[in-house]
């Protein structure tokens, strides 16, 4: 089923954004700083839509009332405003991460194309533009190539012979985009740029929609994530962003509800009893759950920010705390033992110490893939939520308290051995 | 009085090392790798003990037996290891901070001299070369010049012209650099690098060594020291540090130590009573000042590490939740208020949210002086240690945890202002 036309292509909503608006910022995120916009079906309401939103980048708009044509008639219109540099070429309804464009370094004096190898990356490889190679450029290009070596990704690096090509080609009739492109490959005038491996698609059906929402959902994992993040609280908490994102909340709004349920949970902890003990523990678990989406919402809409960060961060310190503290006061209220305010202190000591010893440790290495860190902030809500349900309070803190300290002693060692 | 001889002047002692590890050191750090050593009296000394101290840097000896006939002999010497390179010339007994050599990027093809226009920043202007400036350049240099603009500092960049000069005026009977430098100058072939403003000294005298090492020690202070370190415990711990620097204990060792007294500071406070508040209060400050010590012999030394601050901050970590947790097991036992720890929870998770959000804070400033940052270790250990001395455990946490709280807030605030 193609996509439906109530709304432009590019305006397609997809997790907090358009499509265009996604394509825009993974330029802006690559450091592009101008995007020409050829428009065509609905134009005005992409242009409306586009100015409203703040993408934070120079947009020129070029109106093709004669859009149904072709896209080779589309890119030709940019001509007046880029003819005098080289550029990048793109298709507002091929998705991508950013780290498509990274070979994007050194300008060449050829055209390139983004080709993929990959048969089995390509979502719908019927419609796809194949690509015959020959030798290390493209020499046949077309949807009905039966005999090929890759696929059009649907990007290209663009030397003002694009134009000169384009107007060749659609002189002779010759409308699509593809035309131009072979001219070029014809006349030995284009590179490739190889991209198989990386995540793109091009989004012409729903169900290419969906997939691609999924992909990108699942992109949202950060390397740093533990074991029970990745295994468990991002399998849900991407489901719940999913929804979150539509409804316009801010990260920073979504990290202070996540709070905002840690403190619950420790309220409802200090009650002590068994029972209150159990919902605690769920309200963890699910707190620890939504601690996941503040991030996730912001590296979907590309808008991450260090005060978000520092907000998340200086947030969680104090819900680790108080949870720590609800537990203690609750148990010593049903129990009277002192000794869950000793076993209580060197748990938050131990959480603590943690937390403070994690950033410096983090910068000692290269890449987060070498730290081995066990024991972040996913598993140790986890621990506090099986210990609340099965009530063990005086056992959990033992735990806390042993596995954190004992982990930043492995870290004293390793930081001694990496840095004396 | 002139220094005893009884060492060569290079191997005088100076807090920690010798006069011309020193030199070295400020070298290395200023990005020096190679240093060549012209030496003279006790030759075989020197070079025993330079070849013994781990410098971390090429040395290359060269002997002067003629040593006692002028510097200009000396410098001479090195002329076939340093003819095909421009290099700094140095004296083994003119002192200064690294700072002192930061004029120092981009070549010339002129030599220059340091220069002091500051007479009160000079320590024995009788001995002192003056130097009477013709515009910006250096017109006579001598010691008995009456009409001067100036001090000559000891350091020199040098051409392989220096080495002409001194050919010439060494075979005129005339051996002191000076007049090699003399003769640079009168050919227009030197330049001066205005260097007023910032500490040197020629130790000549047991008057200036000592004077020479008040200033290093002054020194040791860091620009985010708080205001208890900088009006009192620096003023102690730089005495402390002045005795340990001869015992050749290591900065990690001190920290280690430090971390002791604060441990044992908390065993003390862990009785209760009045009397042990007290001791345990005081036991607390001198941890304090002892805590600026570590860092003060690794300055002195050179031996800065990494790893040395991770320690001394983990370390510091783990000395303040003991001190809270002692103290409020103090209070438990001799009171048996639940109170206590309910106050003690709150204080040692807002010190801890303290010290963590600290490493971030300070990297959003620019320059150290930019952050005014109050609450550092050395205010609250005297909040603490004052609160143990007058028997106030739960109005000193009250205090405790309500600014290092209300800090932590100021900081989102700042924070949130200065990145979204």
Redesign the interface.
């Known amino acids: 089923m193609r996509l439906q036309q109530a709304v432009p292509k590019p305006l397609t909503p997809f997790l907090g954004l358009t499509l265009i608006e996604r394509i825009i910022q993974s330029l802006k995120q690559k450091g592009i700083t101008e995007v020409v916009i050829v428009t065509g079906y609905l134009s005005s309401e992409v242009i409306e839509k586009l100015n409203e939103s703040k993408t934070g980048i120079k947009l020129t708009f070029i109106e093709n009332p004669e859009w149904e044509k072709g896209n080779g008639v589309s890119a030709l219109r940019a001509k007046p405003v880029l003819e005098n540099e080289n550029f990048l070429l793109l298709m507002c309804d091929h998705l991508f991460y950013p780290d498509m464009l990274e070979p994007l370094s050194g300008g060449s004096d050829k055209s390139a194309m983004w080709i993929d190898r990959d048969m089995d990356n390509v979502f719908d490889i019927d419609d796809a533009t194949k690509v015959r190679l020959e030798g290390k450029v493209p020499g046949k290009i077309g949807k009905n190539l039966k005999d090929f070596d890759a696929v059009d990704c649907g990007i290209f690096y663009c030397t003002n012979e694009i134009f000169a090509a384009l107007e060749r080609t659609v002189s002779e009739g010759k409308f699509q985009l593809a035309d131009a492109v072979q001219y070029l490959a014809d006349k030995g005038r284009l590179d490739i740029v190889d991209a198989t491996g990386k995540f793109w698609i091009d989004i012409d059906t729903g169900k290419s929609l969906r997939y691609a929402k999924k992909r990108v959902l699942d992109s949202l994992s950060k390397p740093t994530d533990g074991a029970i993040s990745r295994l468990f609280n991002r399998r849900l908490s991407k489901h719940i962003t999913c929804q979150l994102v539509k409804t316009g909340i801010s990260p920073n709004t979504v990290s202070v509800i996540a709070f905002l349920l840690t403190f619950f949970s420790s309220v409802v902890f200090a009650f002590g009893e068994r029972l209150y003990l159990l919902i605690g523990g769920i309200l963890v678990q699910f707190s620890s759950i939504l601690d996941g989406c503040d991030g996730e919402i912001a590296r979907l809409k590309f808008i991450s ?4 960060t ?2 998340d ?2 947030l969680d ?2 819900a680790d ?1 108080l949870v ?2 609800g537990l ?2 609750g148990y ?1 209220r049903s129990h009277g033992d ?1 000794l869950v ?2 076993l ?3 748990a ?2 131990g959480v ?2 943690f ?3 994690n ?2 440790y983090e910068a ?1 290495f290269e890449t987060p893939e070498q730290i081995k860190v066990p024991l972040r902030r996913d598993m140790r809500l986890l621990i506090i939520a099986v210990g609340a349900v099965t009530n063990q309070v005086l056992i959990t803190f033992l735990i806390l308290a042993a596995l954190t300290n004992i982990e ?1 002693l492995r870290r ?1 060692i390793v ?2 051995r ?3």
């Open positions: 920010s260090r005060y978000g520092f907000l961060s200086v310190r104090y705390s720590i503290f203690a006061y010593w002192f305010w000793a209580g202190f060197f938050l000591a603590f110490a937390s403070y010893t950033a410096r000692i930043i004293m930081v001694r990496l840095l004396s």
